[in-house]
């Protein structure tokens, strides 16, 4: 059963980075599709970014965040990346790492209804 563990996030100004990790354990996250969501509270649960497996390296990214943010993998340590860059104070939210041992249809890739494995979630505060 896979389990995965977060760390990153904090506080950072507007324009800043962050980089959060999310790694798994008791399977190969590789075999795997992940995805990475973000909550604020009192909303619904925004899909930001999702990569198939069997997609290769093709990674989707919602319109909020194409051009600032990029999913990377580590297999040897078997770790998912999210790299923030160019941050805005909108950024700010609760942000989880999702994987699912099915390969959902791409127009479902960023629904958090596919995944069944979720970290534990890290806070990213984005404020001057």
């Known amino acids: 059963q896979l389990s995965l563990v977060q760390s990153g996030g904090g506080s950072v100004q507007p324009g800043g980075s962050l980089r959060l990790s999310c790694v798994g354990s008791?399977?190969?996250?590789?075999?795997?599709?992940v995805a990475w969501f973000r909550q604020v509270p009192g909303q619904e649960r925004e899909g930001i970014s999702c990569?198939?497996?069997?997609?290769?390296?093709?990674?989707h990214y919602s319109d909020s965040v194409k051009g600032r943010f990029t999913i990377s993998r580590d297999r040897a340590t078997n770790t998912e990346y999210l790299q923030m860059n160019n941050l805005k104070p909108e950024d700010t939210a609760m942000y989880y790492c999702?994987?699912?041992?099915?390969?959902?249809?791409?127009?479902?890739?960023?629904?958090?209804?596919?995944?069944?494995?979720w970290g534990q979630g890290t806070q990213v505060t984005v404020s001057s």
């Open positions: 999702a994987a699912s041992a099915t390969r959902p249809i791409l127009s479902a890739c960023m629904s958090d209804r596919m995944y069944r494995n």
């Open positions: 990569k198939r497996t069997g997609d290769g390296t093709t990674v």
């Open positions: 008791g399977s190969t996250l590789a075999s795997y599709s």
